[in-house]
């Protein structure tokens, strides 16, 4: 089974700075076909998840340009170029190659 | 717009079966895959499995041997029935829609319902 680890699991932010969440899969999450198998979402205070990035950089429609995903094979990076007070939440990755995995989740909170 | 609205019993004793229905309105079941995702209290979420309109399914490896997944075309609902219960399955369950890139033909939950507290006790 594909393990996948988030750091860091806690993650407090200044409005308008930068911030990164990583990604590690046990394996591999190249496809064939190239593309890496690799999702990030956010779930809000009291809300469901929502999808953020799918196939490890691609943006979501109606998803901010401030959310960028990057990475390949085992190592993956969410990046949020100038957080706003509304990116609060717990950001997920999930893994897709095999069968589907989500990680443990990372809880974003403003200083 | 699609919207998803899980339902089902909001208890559920040990051992017996936890049976859900997702309602998908405003949109049709076809031709899409539809999953199940459930986020026990306080924790992460963890993936059951999906299911294509036409009934082949995919199923979390840890949840395979309790777990059928099914779909009702005529009614626009698909459903999830896990045998066998325990305090571990106590959960938050939700209902999604996969949806895919072009070209791709890759699949990502594009579509969340609100999620439904399932209890597991006697």
């Known amino acids: 089974d594909i393990v996948v680890t988030q750091s860091p699991l806690s993650l407090p932010v200044t409005p308008g700075e930068p911030a990164s969440i990583s990604c590690r899969s046990s394996e591999s999450l190249v496809h064939i076909n190239g593309n890496n198998y690799l999702d990030w979402y956010l779930q809000k205070p009291g809300q469901s998840p929502q999808v953020l990035i799918y196939?490890?950089?691609n943006r979501a429609s109606g998803v901010p340009d401030r959310f960028s995903g990057s990475g390949s094979g085992t190592d993956f990076t969410l990046k949020i170029s100038r957080v706003e007070a509304e990116d609060v939440g717990i950001y997920y990755c999930?893994?897709?190659?095999?069968?589907?995995?989500f990680g443990q989740g990372t809880k974003v909170e403003i200083k | 717009q699609v919207q998803l609205q899980e339902s089902g019993p909001g208890l559920v004793k040990p051992s017996e079966t936890l049976s859900l229905t997702c309602t998908v309105s405003g949109g049709s079941i076809s031709p899409y895959y539809w999953s199940w995702v459930r986020q026990p209290p306080g924790k992460g979420l963890e993936w059951i499995g999906y299911i294509y309109y036409s009934g082949n399914t995919n199923y979390n490896p840890s949840l395979r041997s309790r777990l059928f997944l099914s779909v009702d075309t005529s009614k626009n609902q698909f459903s999830l029935s896990l045998t066998s219960v325990t305090a571990a399955d106590t959960a938050v369950y939700y209902c999604?829609?996969?949806?895919?890139?072009?070209?791709?033909?890759?699949?990502?939950?594009?579509?969340w319902g609100k999620g439904t507290s399932v209890t597991v006790s006697s």
């Open positions: 999604a829609r996969l949806s895919s890139s072009s070209p791709n033909y890759y699949y990502y939950i594009g579509v």
């Open positions: 196939m490890g950089s």
């Open positions: 999930m893994q897709t190659r095999q069968s589907r995995t």
